[in-house]
C-alpha cells in the first residue's frame, strides 16, 4: 500500500520552463513533507520541506505548495535548469516516536537545454 | 560540517564472504540510519539507531547486522548476502527527533 502517491513517474522540460511534480497522501498522521533531489550515483538532499499548517514555501526557484484539505502537496521548479535534471522524491514523516519517512516512487526530471 | 561519508565507494563480494560498511558523521546527531536503494526506487528504511541504540528493525534479514560503536559512527556487517542484496546502501543522520536526515553518498554493493 503507497501511502504517498507521486506524479509523474517521469518529466521532460525545456530550459526555462516550469516543472511540476505532485504528491498526494493518506494518512494523517504525517507532521512534514520533504522533497529530496538525488543526482545519480549520489546520496539523496533535502531540497525543501514544509509543514501542514504553511500552504506555500519558497526558496529560490523551488516552491512547495501544500493542500491539507486535499492531502496533496507539489514540488515548483521555475526557471528549470539542465542542471535540475535528477529524480525528485516527496516525503512524509509520521508523528510521534516512529517519525518514520514514507517516500513517493519518485520523478526522474530531464530538462532539454 | 554538514557531512556524511561512507566507505568503501563500491564493494562487490562473494555469497560466502563477510564484509562491513562503514559511516560516519561529526554534526553531532545522535539519529542514524541505514537504507538500501534500488534503481530507480525510493531509499527502504533498514535500521534507525537513536543515541547508539537500536530503536527501528525493519524486519531485515539476519544476514545484516548493524553497529553503533559511538554517536558518530555506524556500520553493518555483511554475511553470506545473496545476489537481490545487491543495491545503494545509504546511511542518513539527522538531530535526534529531528527532520532533516542527511545522507551519505552511499556505498554501491554488488554480491556475486
Known amino acids: 500500500q503507497q501511502q504517498v502517491k507521486q506524479s509523474p513517474q517521469s518529466l521532460i522540460v525545456q530550459k526555462g520552463g516550469i516543472s511540476i511534480i505532485n504528491c498526494a497522501y493518506e494518512?494523517?498522521?504525517?507532521?512534514?513533507f520533504p522533497w529530496y533531489q538525488q543526482f545519480p550515483g549520489k546520496g539523496p538532499a533535502l531540497l525543501i520541506a514544509i509543514r501542514p499548517d504553511v500552504s506555500e514555501k519558497k526558496e529560490g526557484r523551488f516552491t512547495i505548495s501544500f493542500n491539507k484539505s486535499a492531502k496533496q502537496f507539489s514540488l515548483h521548479i521555475m526557471d528549470s535548469q539542465p542542471g535540475d535534471s535528477a529524480t525528485y522524491f516527496c516525503a512524509a514523516r509520521f508523528t510521534g516516536n516512529n517519525r518514520k519517512l514514507i517516500w513517493g516512487l519518485g520523478t526522474s526530471l530531464a530538462v532539454n537545454p | 560540517d554538514t557531512e556524511v561519508t561512507q566507505t568503501p565507494k563500491h564493494l562487490v563480494m562473494g555469497m560466502t564472504n563477510k564484509k562491513s560498511l562503514k559511516c560516519e558523521q561529526h554534526?553531532?546527531?545522535?539519529?542514524m540510519y541505514w537504507y538500501k536503494q534500488k534503481a530507480k526506487k525510493p531509499p527502504e528504511l533498514m535500521f534507525v539507531y537513536s543515541y547508539e541504540k537500536l530503536s527501528i528493525n525493519e524486519s531485515v534479514p539476519s544476514r545484516f547486522s548493524p553497529e553503533c560503536p559511538n554517536s558518530s559512527l555506524l556500520n553493518l556487517h555483511l554475511h553470506a548476502l545473496q545476489p537481490e542484496d545487491s543495491a545503494l546502501y545509504l546511511c542518513a543522520s539527522s538531530l535526534s527527533g529531528g527532520e532533516t536526515q542527511y545522507f551519505g553518498p552511499g556505498t554501491r554493493l554488488l554480491v556475486l
Open positions: 554534526m553531532g546527531h545522535r539519529a
Open positions: 494518512n494523517t498522521a504525517f507532521d512534514y
